[in-house]
């Protein structure tokens, strides 16, 4: 059996450092018939650890009567990881919040808290309700735990626990070691239980785990906010911007010293709410996960890594909203989060921008996670968009120089003729010159073994390790290399452009490949599983034995071959109509009329609305399981939208000015929508980094409907 334990500075895996990459999906939030396919999304991506909440509201929303079937199966969730090869985190809550309805508590758990039980303490009465429900867990989950041989190797304890709701003190803390004790006597049983730590939060005996997003959804200002820490190289662990809604002062209540620098929720993306709605972009995510690592993190740890829609209620939506009592109004079922893997499975730039980093950890974590930070200047202030931030993470013999020249939505200094300086016990390693212009952000390796070769310095950044030691190694980066080596002696390096890189894909068959594909590229029963368009295009090295299953070969490229795919005579037809007069009128009455009986507000209020019925035509339609998709894109303009699939509501969406998509293939490839956009007035009170163009002081279209085909 693996054994996982750790030290002050990272985390171990049988007695060797282990630097992993953890990614959050709530399996309670997609289509169970999808799981397989985005857990292999997320380990293509470069995740070795999934967590999930356990949402309670999920599988107690009424008292005593327990669901674990379907889209909340947590057992067939695991049993997927473990197929696909994946270690799990479970967060077992009870209190989660996860932007879920009363932070995951069902309503009838509430109202005893109303009615005298101290909730998240360790009032006996509170204690056996969790009881009954973790033991409910672990029947679902038995044998599945690592002592058993299975994926299940971490839990999480509450959440935020002191810093949103809960107590502090002595108190806070001997309710997190009873939830420990609680989970263990139980049967959940596993060799790591970690707490997030940031904001004041207690942690029992737990290891804490940090967080950092690039904006601050939740605060309640309309104004854009200062300039966000998470872009300075540092040693402060605590991001006091989460949950900053609830002003608790106090940074962290543990000894940093005595525990790893791990992160559980790094900002995937962000999940916007109804008065604030920030963008997450690629280097958004990239700028910041560069910085943790600069900084000395030991884990990288993502919430979200893949979207989501809430289930449907028996008795209410899931939303979070301020007629609950929490501070911000979410959308009723959009949980897409701007994630790396988005709502309906398509991919992100965020998604690219990880992947860079995970994929360099897989092969080389292992090296980089002892290693300490030093950083200059250390007193670098977000607003300062002139001073370079930079640090050198080494051991005595060797490192990697990071740089850091992105700050989010601030115009950065370009800096001309930058020497980096790598540290040794020996004395420094004196990198060429370089030019660093605004807005960049990356890492150089120095005296890097590579197989039988050293590395002394390069421009250049470690991408993947082909077929072993001796085997090729992939660099990547825009600036001219200059590999220099020690005593003359070269590894086999392939160079890739940046975009390349972003592009690229390690997968495993007979051998390690490398593949170049701007979608999905994953192993799967021994084949290449490609996600493409009619038109399919990707380079491949080394040449394989036979090309891909469906794909010709078209020539090469540098040391590539070129291989595509065409899929003829298969495309859907979107046509769409704007509904006017007493038609539109009548229509919107029985659209929102259903959605109410069904539970769902007006969550737009009485903004002025238009609706639109959209047609789709499709040829060669097929099963989303078969590996087709179809994608419906919605370029609208006003407050939100709501789509609606047969008069049920299916899906809505906080305006933020990018185009919305819809799977159809998640849906059954339906040949009628219905969509209803509420109006943005000019005087709303609401932030959005991109406003719509406004006519007559508002905007209520739907101005356009775009279709894209996925095939695999």
């Known amino acids: 059996m693996t054994e996982y334990t750790y030290n002050s500075d990272y985390l171990m895996r049988d007695g060797k450092p282990w630097f ?87 309503d009838w758990v509430v109202k005893k808290g109303e009615e005298g039980i101290e909730l998240r303490s360790n009032d006996e009465a509170y204690m056996a309700l969790v009881r009954r429900y973790w033991s409910r867990i672990y029947e679902q ?27 502090r003190g002595e108190k806070g803390e001997a309710h997190m070691r009873g939830l420990m004790a609680l989970a263990k006597e139980l049967g959940l049983e596993v060799p790591i239980y970690t707490a997030t730590g940031w904001g004041g939060a207690v942690i029992g005996d737990c290891i804490p785990v940090m967080g950092g997003y690039c904006e601050a959804p939740w605060e309640q200002s309309f104004e854009e906010i200062s300039a966000n820490t998470n872009y300075v190289i540092s040693h402060v662990r605590n991001d006091a911007l989460i949950a900053c809604d609830h002003h608790v002062e106090g940074a962290v209540t543990f000894d940093e010293s005595a525990f790893p620098y791990l992160t559980a929720e790094l900002g995937g993306g962000m999940q916007v709410t109804s008065h604030r709605r920030p963008v997450a972009t690629g280097p958004d995510i990239g700028a910041m996960s560069t910085t943790k690592l600069a900084s000395g993190v030991a884990l990288l740890g993502y ?73 200059f200047p250390e007193d670098v202030k977000p607003e300062d968009t002139h001073t370079l931030r930079t640090s050198c993470r080494h051991d005595d013999t060797h490192g990697y120089v990071f740089f850091n020249n992105y700050q989010r939505r601030r115009t950065m200094d370009d800096h001309q003729g930058v020497v980096f300086k790598g540290l040794t016990a020996a004395g420094e ?18 005296h890097m073994r590579m197989g039988s070769a050293v590395l002394v310095s390069a421009l250049a950044t470690p991408f993947c390790r082909l077929n072993g030691e001796e085997g ?49 590229v994953w192993e799967e029963n021994g084949g290449l599983a490609v996600t493409g368009n009619a038109h399919t295009r990707i380079l491949m090295y080394p040449e394989p034995v036979k090309a891909p299953a469906g794909f010709g070969k078209a020539g090469t490229e540098g040391r590539f071959v070129v291989y595509e795919r ?22 919107r009455r029985e659209l929102f009329g259903r959605a109410a009986e069904d539970g769902f507000q007006r969550i737009f209020g009485d903004a002025d609305t238009s609706v639109y019925e959209i047609t789709l035509s499709y040829s060669g339609k097929e099963e989303r399981s078969s590996g087709r998709d179809t994608l419906l894109w919605l370029d609208y303009a006003g407050i939100g939208m709501e789509v609606f699939l047969d008069g049920q509501k299916i899906n809505d969406h906080f305006y933020t000015g990018q185009k919305v998509p819809v799977s159809l293939g998640y849906f059954g490839f339906p040949e009628k929508l219905e969509v209803v956009v509420s109006g943005l007035k000019e005087d709303d009170k609401v932030f959005i980094e991109s406003w719509p163009e406004m006519k007559g002081g508002k905007a209520c279209s739907l101005d356009r409907v775009e279709v894209t085909e996925e095939y695999r």
């Open 566 to 587: 065409e899929i003829i005579g298969k495309g859907t037809e979107a046509k769409y109509r704007e509904l006017s007069g007493s038609a539109a009128e009548a229509r």
């Open 303 to 375: 919430y979200m890594y893949h979207g989501g829609s809430n289930p449907k209620g028996k008795l209410s939506t899931m939303q979070e909203s301020r007629g609950t009592g929490y501070l911000n109004d979410l959308p009723e079922i959009n949980y897409d989060f701007n994630a790396p893997v988005r709502q309906y499975g398509t991919i992100s730039d965020n998604y690219k921008e990880i992947k860079l980093l995970a994929a360099f950890l897989k092969d080389f974590g292992e090296d980089m996670a002892p290693m300490k930070s030093e950083i």
């Open 429 to 446: 390693v004196v990198f060429p010159a370089v030019d660093i212009v605004g807005g960049t952000y990356g890492f150089f390796p120095y």
């Open 141 to 167: 989950v038995e044998g599945l735990m690592l002592k058993d041989g299975g994926p299940v190797i971490a839990m999480q304890l509450e959440n935020e626990y002191g810093h949103v709701g809960g107590f």
């Open 20 to 106: 992993p990459v953890m990614g959050e999906m709530h399996f309670t939030r997609y289509n169970e018939a999808l799981w397989e396919e985005s857990l292999r999304k997320m380990k293509a991506g470069g995740v070795t650890i999934v967590s999930t909440y356990m949402i309670w509201i999920h599988h107690e929303e009424e008292e005593g009567v327990f669901d674990f079937s379907g889209c909340r199966n947590v057992r067939k969730f695991v049993e997927l990881c473990e197929k696909v090869g994946l270690q799990v985190c479970l967060r077992l809550g009870p209190w989660v919040h996860g932007e879920v309805r009363n932070g995951g508590f069902p």
């Open 472 to 520: 090729t190694y992939v660099f990547y980066g825009d600036y001219a290399p200059r590999y220099l080596w020690q005593d003359g002696k070269e590894a086999d390096v392939l160079h890739l452009t940046r975009e390349q890189a972003l592009n690229a894909w390690k997968v495993a068959l007979d051998q390690d490949y490398l593949v170049i594909s701007d979608n999905y």
